[in-house]
């Protein structure tokens, strides 16, 4: 689970912080995300039996695609492909790409030095 809270340089004990915010996201995965699930979106948005059960599909094959979500501070390498094909049809893709492909690796690196130093 993802828990998209951050918190402040100045807080005075940022280990503390980040733990006291990995234990509520935790908690929160296991008692506010069901219960959300259950009371509203089950039983007060979903209109029929077919709606709860395209959002059970949806909620089992929700996944976290790091490559998706990173791709803009990457240099937009997902958005390379299409900018391309717009412009040149199928014509000198795999040329423009492979003449990206170390400022691409490049950036998703320092995507990845920013994890690693979170922890």
């Given at each position: 689970m ?19 915010l990995?234990?509520?996201?935790a908690?929160?995965?296991y008692?506010?995300i ?10 007060k948005?979903t209109r ?6 395209m ?6 094959t929700?996944y976290?695609?790091f ?11 997902f958005q390379?492909?299409?900018?391309q094909?717009?412009?040149?049809g199928?014509?000198n893709?795999?040329s423009y790409?492979e003449?990206?492909?170390k400022?691409?690796?490049?950036k998703?690196?320092?995507?990845i030095?920013?994890?690693?130093k979170?922890?």
């Open positions: 993802v828990c998209p809270y951050l918190q402040p340089v100045s807080a005075k004990d940022p280990e503390m912080s980040g733990t006291i990995e234990a509520m996201c908690e929160s995965n008692s506010v069901p219960a959300f699930y259950d009371t509203v979106l089950m039983n948005v029929d039996e077919e709606s709860a059960k959002l059970d599909l949806l909620r089992e929700l976290f695609d490559g998706y979500v990173h791709g803009v501070p990457a240099g937009g390498i390379l492909f299409g900018d094909l717009l412009a040149y199928n014509q893709i795999t790409i003449s990206q492909r400022s691409i690796e490049t998703f690196n320092e995507v030095e920013a994890y690693s979170i922890s």
